[in-house]
């Protein structure tokens, strides 16, 4: 079993929100990631949630700006919220740029040296953390979802549409849900996976997998807000709810007047998406 470090505990909401660190074998570094243990948890196993965060957020974000434990609390889920990349692993240029590299893992498995190695984020989240989460705490194993922000948006569309059945639901605010033409996805995909002439980018593309998914029914959950200054430029939710349409997988998108890209805006809905989840968690 997995050593688990407890790094801190806060009492929050009748229960904890704790980090705990970890030796990963998929990343080949030492990891943190939060965990809010609602107290529903101390007498039997609850539903959790993962959140996978944006570029440059670390499990702090999430974690201490959107208000999250009351809602978990109430509906008695655990949220598990891990890092966005490696860290530590001192690949030069790692630390060059706000995206790519530390705090950009971008939740793929990397194809490309010498980001192979370490940049496995996508079999982190999917299968050691979830092992761990199960092995370690007061989780019922069969009964996950799965919900992030911008990067952590998208990651959260691909964890769900890759794996069919593994997530009750997904949800995601500002994802950037056609990264093979954003600019933030196609420098990361360039790195990580290869040149989109050589490598598949359109199997880490959330818009272009959810054209060919047939796996069970899939509750897929969008927010944006309309203010949010990527909209147009990074995010194209768009082409994803056509894509949806086309393959007639159900979704639902909020659009949300005056709200920008920040966790001002995600705290505003987050009620909204722990409700949301729960109806499927408890189903
Ligand atoms: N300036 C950076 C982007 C920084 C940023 O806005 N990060 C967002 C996520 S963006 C998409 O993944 C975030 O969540 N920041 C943390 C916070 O606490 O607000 C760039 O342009 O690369």
Request: net charge negative.
């Amino acid at each position: 079993m997995t050593a688990l470090k407890e790094v801190s505990s806060n009492r929050s909401f009748g229960g904890y929100q704790k980090v705990f660190s970890h030796d990963s074998k998929e990343l080949g570094c030492q990891m943190n990631f939060a965990i809010y243990l609602p107290p529903q948890a101390e007498d039997g196993e609850v539903p959790v949630i993962y959140w996978l965060s944006g570029l440059t957020c670390t499990e702090q974000n999430f974690t201490t700006k959107s208000g999250v434990q009351r809602y978990a609390s109430e509906h008695g889920i655990i949220i598990v919220v891990p890092d966005t990349s490696p860290r530590g692993c001192k690949i030069p240029g790692d630390d060059d740029s706000s995206d790519f590299g530390i705090g950009a893992g971008f939740y793929v498995d990397a194809t490309q040296e010498p980001w192979n190695k370490n940049y496995r984020m996508f079999s982190y989240v999917t299968k050691e953390l979830p092992e761990i989460i199960n092995s370690n705490f007061a989780a019922l194993e069969e009964c996950q979802s799965i919900m992030g922000h911008s990067m952590g948006g998208h990651g959260a569309l691909i964890c769900a549409l890759k794996n069919p059945g593994k997530y009750r639901s997904v949800s995601a605010f500002s994802a950037i849900c056609n990264p093979i033409i954003s600019k933030w996805g196609q420098k990361a995909f360039s790195g990580y996976l290869g040149s989109a002439e050589s490598a598949n980018w359109a199997d880490w593309d959330a818009t272009e997998l959810v054209k060919g998914y047939s796996g069970p029914p899939l509750e897929i959950l969008l927010d944006q807000g309309k203010a949010d200054h990527n909209l147009t430029t990074e995010l194209f939710p768009d082409n994803f709810i056509s894509a949806c349409k086309e393959s007639q997988v159900p979704v639902i998108l909020h659009m949300r007047d005056g709200y920008d890209h920040s966790y001002y805006y995600i705290a505003s809905f987050i009620e909204e998406h722990i409700k949301h989840h729960a109806t499927y968690l408890k189903a």
